[in-house]
């Protein structure tokens, strides 16, 4: 079975930048559709951070992250990646990769494969 494996987490200062990437265990993201980047912060939900139609590259965001989150994706690698800049505390989370086969999936339990998870830390 596919697994994703993410990358590129860290402690990092407020207003500071990070880099995740997700890779599939497979080096192919054949028969996926979306690829998102949700987090969860310790005693909270896990929220929708950014998603990517894995094909197409159509993409959306949080509004907590617009303007600051660039998601993207490299087809020659098979990684998608999450540019986070301008970071601030309350980024602070495990950064989970999750794939989907339906352009639809928006919550959490829309997206059937998931990775492990990297941790985040912005310090102020």
């Known amino acids: 079975q596919v697994q994703l494996v993410e990358s590129g987490g860290g402690l990092v200062q407020a207003g500071g930048s990070l880099r995740l990437s997700c890779a599939a265990s497979?080096?192919?993201?054949?028969?996926?559709?979306?690829l998102g980047w949700f987090r969860q912060a310790p005693g909270k939900e896990r929220e929708f951070v950014a998603a990517?139609?894995?094909?197409?590259?159509?993409?959306r965001y949080a509004d907590s992250v617009k303007g600051r989150f660039t998601i993207s994706r490299d087809n020659a690698e098979n990684t998608v990646n999450l540019q986070m800049n301008s970071l601030k505390p309350e980024d602070t989370a495990l950064y989970y990769c999750a794939a989907s086969r339906s352009l639809y999936a928006r919550e959490p339990e829309d997206f059937a494969l998931w990775g492990q998870g990297t941790q985040v830390t912005v310090s102020s």
């Open positions: 990517i139609v894995w094909y197409v590259g159509n993409t």
């Open positions: 497979t080096r192919s993201f054949s028969g996926v559709t979306l």
